[in-house]
Each structure stands twice: as structure tokens, then as C-alpha cells.
């Protein structure tokens, strides 16, 4: 198919300041078994073009699934008639942005495909998993799946770039639901946390037999444990919950398409403003964050962003200090600044934008039970189960799944419906304790919204577990 | 793709079905212009061509599905769309039976067909940058046709069509003051438009003034009906769905249990038949006109899917696999539009929320900031605008024991999300005046 679709592309290829084409098929399969019975399979073969013109200063774009040559033709049409109908009214002059022109292949390495193990092998494993989650009265709604995707992509420009890359994903996860006294509980694999490219063989490094176990239990503890205590103490955060945090006041505040005003009217804007990168302290000196697109097994790792630029490991934060936006080309171009390679499209019907891709922590030298006993008094927090943040991405209030209390350096009993809040310019400041790279986990969320027209992306946090002092904690109504 | 494509396509794979099968089919396809801006000016501007066709297998208590994209093409689309069928005949041996699957039997076709109207959409695009000359407009421009269609092996064949536009719009002042508005239709009028930015200007005369910063407390607030959506469409996140009653997980678990309720003003209906969406689903069934969710305050009813009225013995009412409504409809009250002001007296006059979840879910105690446009009022007048507060409350509370009235008037709101594609959701809701409105941060 894509072999096809080059060739077309070479032969329709129009006399413009910059043309590229981007053809991507995604396949995939999502399986689900709750209550031991087996929900519909959703199987999903999508496919198609995106054109994008730079021509006379403007941009333009056309997307179709029709990519006969006569079908490419029409899609560069329709770029080339908006690129030339919106020249004059443009944010930027987008014919002066030297677009690259790459070659090269990506690949996500994996020891086992999707299609090596049957589809009866596949819902055995789920009726297993599942059946391990309903151990008591109490567990009134449980289920297990596995969702699939194989994202294939080619790049191609006017000039002669060509990339290809396939990413293979897989996202396992397990979720309970228990009732006790009018009162439900939810534990799960953090949302759908562990998301990773990988294949098969992700389900064996999960540990799910054991992660069934533990959630089940959890949920029946919760079930019976005291409310978070309302007070202002430490905070610890598991990484799947830090991944959270990450996303939403680090990530999103420094897309620069936001800085930029883009987003005000939907995702929305930001508090970070351009003069602050390279002297604004955003966190204490034990933040450092990355844009990381080298870890083959993080959700969004790659090797060009979907405008063609090479992506490589980049510092956004480095000893608490800001250094450098996630802006892509062009709204590089547009801030005069540096950023790195995140644009990116959910799909073969959207344009890109600037994204967070990978956006991870770097681990610190603190064990776990190191950051505990730095603590008086305090709540340990993990697995995401609530968020809500401004949209200048300031004033967040995140909740929890499960809580902990510790005391006096000792992770104590278990605590329901944990809260927190705060706010994004002085909650990393208080960041005091950075665990190693034996507490760091991969992980990522296939469901970041953003854009107009709307897209839902895959993007990858990976985090070691951390420690903040002063924050406000809070409980259940 | 129009009708005449969709079900010559969905007769070529009835003809592929063999004698013990079913064959269920949905499509959903749209043509669409998307042009977003920024500072009055074009960020992006394309076109997307797409169409999705959903085919089900069932053989006996066996079935798959797949979802493939079309390209236009009848032949091409034709092949494709049986390779499908038949990768799905051979997937079906390895599946269980399914004891919850539930299809509709009963032949029901309905033809809803939208007439095309509309401007080209580079001719409105220069109107708009035009009438905002000298302010600076974000937002998106999305319009064109969108399509739906349904048709299984029993003869039953829907269709629906519309053509419109929706400009979603803000205006801003600076940093994060700006006024928020819509602009949606079928026929393109550039005086309405020059009057709702009109109003638009206004408004930036007010978030012009120097903002104002309260502590966090418990405000008396008005919440306008875009205010109110954000509230409405959190509780919608399984709240009204059979499947999260069953399953204790609904946030409106005490309300459905008799435990916990609103006030008694407040009715809140799935009002299908007032709604700008098909009124079939993709098991062939027809929505009702109505189904009353909320009724003075009271649980009524739940919104019921093919697949949870089989797991529950209950009829369906025609609800979509995600239970959750797409034409609600809030009843009105008796507060007047034009002495709101006066009703509020002192508090906050909130446009708009955003970013809602859950503090407690089974408590119905949620969490959200104020966004765009939010005004500090005293003594009936506008004072200044309010820089963003975050609230947390109970949904019980809010529109239960602090529930001061509802206005007279309701808005007709469109839903401009584009995920996946553009949707035909809306809802119709009044405004509500609030008593001791917590705000936390």
C-alpha cells in the first residue's frame, strides 16, 4: 500500500515552496473480559493520507483515505488551495521555515507479536486474570484486557525525504471495583498506566497474575480504611501518579503551541510566558526533567516527530532551572527559540501540533524507604483516579486511588479517597526527595486530549517515586 | 458518501452473508473544513475527507466486529469491506458466546436528510478575520457535511445527514480574560456574527479593569448554562448509565439508591427528539423521543444500552454503547434573565467552568476551576473580573439545598468537540442561581 502511495506522491508532487506527505495505517484489537464474559472485540484497520503545503507563506492541508493517485492529487489540491487562500491572513510566514528533508526507518524492538499468540490463548489469559480479581462478596465489578495497536507511518517531502516507522503497543490492564456501606471503591492498574510499546512479552514483565493480587487486596483494604486526615505534610507519589503530576503542570504548561496562544480558546493557555526559559527556577534543585524519545519501550519514543525532524534526548528542566519549551519547527520558527521534536498527529486525519511525547523525571539517589523516613508525618499516594488543573495549568487538585499514611518514618495504614492540591510555580520547588532508578518506572497514558481540530495521543512519563514538603492533603466528602 | 453508496455497499455484503448470519452496519463519514486561529490571524487550514464503516458478524450467540476505513471508491470499498467480513467469519469459532449480545429485530427505517447551505469556507474565513479586525480571536472554524447510516441483513437502512458550521470562538483580553462564544448553523449570516462580537468587544471592556482576587469561602455565584453544561456533562461520565448503576460505580449511586437527590425543580431529560443527532444506534434501535433521568429532583430513570438490557433484563431505550446522553435538556425555572444581577446581589457571576472531575465520586463531590470570563458582582453590578478560583462541592449540593433558582430562559448549546470526528451533541439548559458556592484554592 505504501509502496503505492510513494509513487503517486512523486508523480503528483506540486510546485510549491514545501510539500510533505504522511500515509498511516493503525491497526488494532482491544479484548475485555469482565465478569467473566467476554465484551465485544473491537478490531480496528484504519488508514490514510495527510497532505501539508507551505506555499506563498500560507499553510494548508487535505486529508483522505482515497490514496489512488487521483486521490493524492485531489489531497494536494486542497493543501494548496488553503495554503494560497490563508497566505495573507497567516500566523507566520510558514514558506520561511526550513522544513528538514530526512531519511531513516524506525522500529519498536519486541521479542513477541501480537499475532504469535491465538486469540483463544489471549481471552484464556484474560478469564484467568479476571477470575483472580473477584475473590471476595465485596468486589462488585471487575474485568481484565489488552489492547493492541500497530501504528505503521510514511514520511515523504518534496524534496526527497522519506521515513518509515512502526511503533507496536500494547496496553495490559485490570480494574476493580468494591462496595461496602453505600461506599465504592475503584483500584486499578492507575487508569490504563502501563502503556508501552512492547509486544507480548510485556505481559510477563507486568507481573499481572501478581498486580491482581494487590489491586484486589487494596481495594478490600480501602474498603474498610479511614478517610485521608485533611492536613498540609509531606506527600510521596508513586510513579503512577507522578505521571500524572508530570503531565499536567510540567508537561502542558511548556507546550510551546500553548505559550503561544494557540490552545487559549480549548486545552488553554499557560503560565509559563517565553521569557522565562533559561532563568525561571521552576522546581528545587533535585528537579530534572527530560524530553526522552530514546527509551524503546516509552510510549512515544521515536525516531523523527511527525514534521520530519530528528528527535533526540533533550533537557527541559535541568537542576530546577527551565531551559527549553516542547515546541516542534514550526512554533519554534514562530518563538524564536529552541524546543525539541514533538509534532505530532493522533492519526492520518489530523495535522500535527506541538506534544509532550516523553516527558519523564530523572531518577534521584533516595531508595523508597529513604523517602519515608524523611518523613514526620505525611500520605503516600498512588495510582491516578482524579485531575483537575487550571487552564494557565497552575491551580491543580489531583486524587488518588490509594493512600498511606506515614508516620515518624514508617509507612503506617492504609487511607481512603486521598487528595492534594497546590500549585504548579511553587509545588516543585518543594520537591525534596528524588528516588533512584530502582523506584523509576516506564509508563505513559494512550489518552492525552488536545487541539483543534481535537486529538487523543499516546504520550510516555516515566518517573522515579518523589517526595514534597507542605502540600494540602484531603479526603473523601 | 451518500446514501445510495451506503446501502448499495451494505446489499453487497447482506449478498456475502451465508444463511445462519447477521450482518449489522454503521457508518459515519464527514467532509469537513477546519481553520484555527490565533490572534485574528490563520494557524491551520485543511480539509478532512473520511468515512468509517462498522461491520458485525453474528452467527447464533457468536458475533465480531471491525471498524475499516473507506476511500470513496465503490469497488475498492467493496473488497475491502468483505476481506473484512471474511476475517471476521473466521475469528468468530474463537470467540465464546456472547450471553449479553442484543440486536434489534424489529425493521425500523428512517431517512433524515440535511440540505446544504452553507458558505464556502474560505469566504467566511475572510468575513471572520474581517468583523475581529483589531481583537484577537482564537478558536476554530469547522464545517461541512456529516453523515450517518445504518443497515443489517434484516432490511432495516437509516440515514441521516446535516450540513453546518460551528465557529467556537474567544476573545481575550490578556493572559487568561477572554470572552467565550459560539457561533453554529446551517445558513451563514455575517450580521450575526458582527453582533455577537459586538457583544464580545463589551465584555473585554469589563475584563479590561483591574481583576479581582477573593479567598477561598462560600460564595452566592450564578452559573451560566455553559457553566452548567460543564457541571451536567461530569455527571454524565456514568452517571445516567444502567451499566455504572448496576456496577456501583455511578456518581449518582445515592441518588439511584433514594439516599441522596436534588432539588425538586430540577428535571433533566435525554430529549432525543429536540436533539441535532441520528436517532438510531449501531444495533438498529430508535431512540425515544424522551427519557427523563432526573424528575423533581428524584432519580427517574437510566439511560439503557442494547448489550446492559440483556445483562439486566430491561428493555433498552436506544442509548449508545457509553450510556451517557447527547441531546439533554434541563428544565427552566423562573428567574428572569434581566434581573439576575439584581438576584445575585453579591457574588460570583461564573460564564464558564472547566477541568471538572471527581474529589469523591460516590459522594458526588467534584472539583473545577472558573475560565474565561468570570465576574465579581456587588450590589447587583458588575464590578471586575475574578481571577481563576478552583471549587469543590457536592452536585447534591449545588443544585439541592444550595439551589436558589433556574432561570426562565435556557441556551441552546452545540458541542464543538472534534474527537474522531465532529460531533452532533448538544444540550438546552437554563442558568442557576447558587447559594454558598465552595471555592477551595
Redesign the interface.
Known amino acids: 500500500m505504501f509502496e503505492n502511495v510513494a509513487a503517486h506522491f512523486r508523480h503528483e508532487r506540486p510546485n510549491v515552496d514545501f510539500c510533505s506527505l504522511r500515509v498511516a495505517r493503525e491497526r488494532s484489537q482491544d479484548l475485555t473480559v469482565r465478569q467473566g464474559?467476554?465484551q465485544?472485540?473491537?478490531?480496528?484497520?484504519?488508514?490514510?493520507a495527510m497532505v501539508v503545503v507551505h506555499h506563498q507563506g500560507?499553510?494548508?492541508?487535505?486529508?483522505?483515505?482515497?490514496?489512488?493517485r487521483s486521490?493524492i492529487r485531489r489531497a494536494i489540491a486542497?493543501?494548496q488551495?488553503?495554503?494560497e487562500?490563508?497566505a495573507a491572513?497567516?500566523?507566520t510566514n510558514f514558506s520561511a521555515i526550513a522544513m528538514p528533508h530526512p531519511r531513516g526507518v524506525y522500529e519498536t524492538p519486541i521479542v513477541q507479536s501480537w499475532d504469535r499468540q491465538?486469540?483463544?490463548d489471549k481471552?484464556a489469559l484474560l478469564q484467568s486474570l479476571a477470575t483472580r480479581l473477584k475473590t471476595d462478596a465485596r468486589i462488585?465489578?471487575w474485568e481484565a484486557s489488552l489492547w493492541w495497536t500497530d501504528q505503521e507511518s510514511l514520511y515523504l517531502t518534496s524534496d526527497g525525504g522519506e521515513v518509515e516507522q512502526i511503533q507496536h503497543i500494547l496496553v495490559p490492564h485490570l480494574e476493580v471495583?468494591a462496595?461496602a456501606d453505600?461506599?465504592?471503591v475503584?483500584r486499578s492498574l492507575g487508569g490504563r498506566a502501563y502503556a508501552r510499546q512492547a509486544g507480548l512479552e510485556f505481559v510477563d514483565e507486568a507481573d499481572l497474575t501478581a498486580k491482581a493480587e494487590q489491586i484486589t487486596e487494596e481495594a478490600l483494604a480501602l474498603l474498610s480504611a479511614p478517610n485521608c486526615p485533611e492536613m498540609t505534610g509531606h506527600l510521596l507519589l508513586a510513579p503512577d501518579q507522578m505521571m500524572l503530576q508530570i503531565h499536567e503542570s510540567i508537561g502542558h504548561p511548556l507546550e510551546l503551541d500553548r505559550i503561544?496562544?494557540?490552545e487559549?480558546?480549548?486545552a488553554?493557555?499557560s503560565f509559563v510566558t517565553l521569557d522565562m526559559f533559561g532563568e525561571y527556577r521552576y522546581g528545587s534543585e533535585l528537579l530534572n526533567v527530560s524530553y526522552d524519545p530514546t527509551i524503546p519501550q516509552q510510549l512515544a519514543s521515536y525516531a523523527f516527530d511527525d514534521d520530519g525532524v530528528p528527535a533526540s534526548k533533550e533537557y527541559i528542566i535541568r537542576a530546577g532551572i527551565l531551559e527549553r519549551p516542547l515546541g516542534s519547527i514550526v512554533s519554534q520558527h514562530r518563538a524564536k527559540m529552541d524546543g525539541v521534536a514533538n509534532a505530532r498527529a493522533n492519526g492520518w486525519?489530523?495535522?500535527s501540533?506541538d506534544r509532550m511525547a516523553n516527558l519523564n523525571v530523572e531518577p534521584g539517589d533516595k531508595s523508597f524507604d529513604e523517602l519515608v523516613g524523611q518523613v514526620e508525618r505525611g500520605v503516600y499516594m498512588a495510582a491516578n483516579r482524579?485531575?483537575?488543573?487550571?487552564?494557565?495549568r497552575n491551580?491543580f487538585?489531583f486524587?488518588c486511588e490509594y493512600g498511606r499514611l506515614i508516620e515518624d518514618g514508617e509507612l503506617k495504614g492504609v487511607v481512603r479517597?486521598p487528595?492534594y492540591?497546590g500549585?504548579s510555580a511553587t509545588f516543585w520547588r518543594n520537591l525534596v526527595g528524588v528516588g533512584r532508578p530502582d523506584t523509576f518506572e516506564v509508563l505513559g497514558t494512550p489518552f492525552c486530549?488536545k487541539g483543534?481540530?481535537?486529538?487523543?495521543i499516546r504520550v510516555g512519563h516515566a518517573s522515579p517515586a518523589c517526595l514534597f514538603a507542605d502540600v494540602e492533603v484531603f479526603?473523601?466528602? | 458518501m451518500n446514501e445510495g453508496l451506503f446501502y448499495s455497499l451494505a446489499d453487497a455484503l447482506v449478498g456475502a452473508i451465508q444463511e445462519t448470519e447477521v450482518l449489522l452496519l454503521s457508518i459515519s463519514a464527514e467532509r469537513s473544513d477546519f481553520v484555527r486561529f490565533n490572534h485574528a490571524r490563520v494557524r491551520q487550514a485543511g480539509r478532512v475527507e473520511q468515512a468509517t464503516l462498522s461491520i458485525e458478524l453474528v452467527r447464533g450467540k457468536r458475533h465480531a466486529a471491525a471498524n475499516i476505513t473507506l476511500c470513496g471508491d465503490p469497488k475498492q470499498d467493496r473488497q475491502r469491506s468483505i476481506t473484512a467480513l471474511r476475517l471476521l467469519r473466521d475469528q468468530l469459532p474463537s470467540l465464546p458466546e456472547d450471553p449479553h449480545l442484543l440486536y434489534s429485530t424489529d425493521v425500523q427505517s428512517t431517512t433524515q436528510l440535511g440540505e446544504d447551505h452553507l458558505p464556502e469556507a474560505a469566504d467566511a474565513i475572510d468575513e471572520i478575520i474581517s468583523v475581529a479586525d483589531g481583537v484577537d480571536l482564537v478558536g476554530i472554524w469547522a464545517s461541512g457535511e456529516i453523515a450517518k447510516g445504518f443497515a443489517n441483513s434484516l432490511g432495516q437502512r437509516n440515514w441521516f445527514s446535516t450540513y453546518n458550521f460551528h465557529l467556537d470562538w474567544s476573545l481575550y483580553h490578556q493572559a487568561d480574560k477572554a470572552s467565550k462564544n459560539s457561533y453554529a448553523g446551517t445558513e451563514w449570516d455575517r450580521a450575526d456574527l458582527e453582533a455577537r462580537m459586538g457583544q464580545a468587544r463589551t465584555e473585554l471592556e469589563i475584563l479590561a479593569r483591574p481583576p479581582h482576587t477573593i479567598p477561598p469561602g462560600a460564595y452566592r455565584a450564578y452559573l451560566a448554562p455553559a457553566a452548567l453544561l460543564e457541571i451536567v456533562e461530569l455527571l454524565s461520565w456514568g452517571g445516567f448509565g444502567l451499566k455504572a448503576h448496576r456496577s456501583k460505580v455511578s456518581p449518582l449511586m445515592r441518588a439511584v439508591d433514594g439516599t441522596a437527590g436534588f432539588d425538586e425543580r430540577i428535571f433533566l431529560d435525554e430529549h432525543a427528539a429536540a436533539g441535532l443527532s441520528p436517532s438510531f444506534n449501531s444495533k438498529g434501535f430508535i431512540k425515544p423521543d424522551r427519557v427523563q433521568l432526573i424528575k423533581e429532583g428524584r432519580f427517574e430513570s437510566a439511560l439503557v444500552s442494547a448489550r446492559s438490557a440483556k445483562e439486566y433484563d430491561v428493555p433498552t431505550n436506544g442509548a449508545s454503547a457509553s450510556e451517557s446522553p447527547n441531546s439533554l435538556e434541563m428544565a427552566p425555572g423562573s428567574l428572569a434573565q434581566d434581573q439576575l444581577l439584581d438576584e445575585l446581589s453579591t457574588g460570583l457571576w461564573i460564564n464558564n467552568l472547566w477541568y471538572l472531575n471527581y474529589s469523591d465520586r460516590p459522594a458526588c463531590r467534584m472539583t473545577g476551576m472558573t475560565r474565561f470570563a468570570t465576574m465579581w458582582v456587588e450590589n447587583g453590578e458588575v464590578v471586575a473580573p475574578l481571577n481563576v478560583m478552583r471549587f469543590d462541592d457536592s452536585a447534591y449540593r449545588i443544585l439541592g439545598e444550595g439551589l436558589i433558582g433556574l432561570t426562565r430562559e435556557r441556551e441552546l448549546l452545540l458541542s464543538a468537540s472534534t474527537y474522531g470526528q465532529r460531533s452532533t451533541g448538544s444540550a438546552r439548559l437554563p442558568g442557576v442561581l447558587v447559594e454558598d458556592f465552595r471555592l477551595t484554592l
Open positions: 464474559v467476554l465485544p472485540v473491537g478490531n480496528v484497520d484504519d488508514f490514510g500560507g499553510l494548508g492541508y487535505g486529508a483522505t483515505a482515497d490514496l489512488s486521490g486542497m493543501a488551495t488553503w495554503a487562500r490563508t491572513i497567516s500566523v491465538s486469540l483463544t481471552i462488585v465489578d471495583a462496595n453505600g461506599d465504592t475503584v503561544l496562544g494557540d487559549r480558546n480549548y488553554g493557555t486525519n489530523r495535522p501540533i482524579s485531575w483537575s488543573i487550571d487552564d494557565s491551580k487538585q486524587g479517597k487528595n492540591r500549585i486530549g483543534e481540530p481535537n486529538q487523543v479526603g473523601g466528602a
